[in-house]
């Protein structure tokens, strides 16, 4: 009965140990042909060193001639690049929501964040858009409302004419009518008073 475990045990070790044993053996004989193959590239493609200048010697006493040195115009300064709209800025307006009505003399916030700073001199200008007419209707340069922007427009003031108007945000330089950014167009409806 011994000698039946015994023998058990022997098998089960062997059976647990001999995949391994040829797997070892295997990956050996893999990395001895590898290592041949390599041997071969590197023997029948030799890396050429290229040849070294020779320096010729002056006589004693000599030296190299010094050669004259040309002066170029100093270059013309140009101005500096401002930055531009980093890649993941995107104005995300908040309110008013799209299609809202409103009263010709009524008041109303527009609510918006921007995911960066801005720069020295750029601003947000707030345009209303109505019967081929556009107007301004607001600036911001920095947040004033938290991180993120608001604008109170009393519309007595502005006057609108009764219908339908587009209203958009623009991120521009304050000193140049070039557009860096624009957020959605967002219509809001006048009713009379």
Same mark, same amino acid.
């Given at each position: 009965?011994?000698?039946?475990?015994?023998?058990?045990?022997t098998?089960?070790?062997?059976?647990?140990?001999?995949?391994?044993?040829?797997?070892?053996?295997?990956?050996?004989?893999?990395?001895?042909?590898t290592?041949?193959?390599?041997?071969?590239?590197?023997?029948?493609?030799? $890396? #050429?060193?290229? /040849?070294?200048?020779?320096?010729?010697?002056?006589p *004693? +006493?000599t030296? %190299?001639?010094?050669?004259?040195?040309?002066?170029?115009?100093?270059?013309?300064?140009t101005?500096?690049p401002?930055?531009?709209?980093p890649?993941t800025?995107?104005? $995300? #307006?908040?309110? /008013?929501?799209?299609e809202?009505?409103?009263?010709? *003399? +009524?008041?109303? %916030?527009?609510?918006?964040?921007?995911?960066?700073?801005?720069?020295?001199?750029?601003?947000?200008v707030?345009t209303?858009?109505?019967?081929?007419?556009?107007q301004?209707?607001?600036?911001l340069?920095r947040?004033?409302?938290?991180d993120?922007?608001?604008?109170?427009?009393?519309?007595?003031?502005?006057?609108?004419a009764?219908?339908?108007a587009?209203?958009?945000l623009?991120?521009?330089?304050?000193?140049?009518?070039?557009?860096?950014?624009?957020?959605?167009?967002?219509?809001?409806?006048?009713?009379?008073?």
């Amino acid at each position: 009965m011994q000698k039946l475990k015994k023998r058990i045990k022997t098998r089960r070790f062997w059976l647990t140990v001999a995949p391994l044993l040829i797997l070892l053996v295997t990956l050996g004989i893999y990395n001895l042909t590898t290592l041949r193959q390599t041997g071969t590239a590197v023997a029948t493609n030799p $890396t #050429l060193t290229p /040849p070294r200048p020779t320096r010729t010697p002056l006589p *004693d +006493g000599t030296r %190299a001639p010094i050669l004259q040195a040309t002066i170029l115009p100093s270059p013309t300064p140009t101005l500096t690049p401002r930055p531009d709209v980093p890649p993941t800025g995107v104005i $995300t #307006l908040f309110g /008013p929501p799209d299609e809202s009505s409103l009263a010709q *003399d +009524g008041r109303l %916030a527009f609510y918006w964040t921007y995911p960066a700073a801005l720069q020295p001199r750029q601003q947000f200008v707030l345009t209303l858009r109505q019967n081929d007419a556009s107007q301004i209707l607001g600036i911001l340069d920095r947040p004033n409302f938290g991180d993120s922007y608001q604008l109170l427009i009393d519309f007595a003031a502005v006057e609108p004419a009764v219908g339908t108007a587009v209203w958009q945000l623009q991120l521009q330089w304050i000193d140049e009518d070039r557009l860096l950014l624009t957020s959605e167009e967002r219509q809001i409806t006048f009713l009379p008073e």
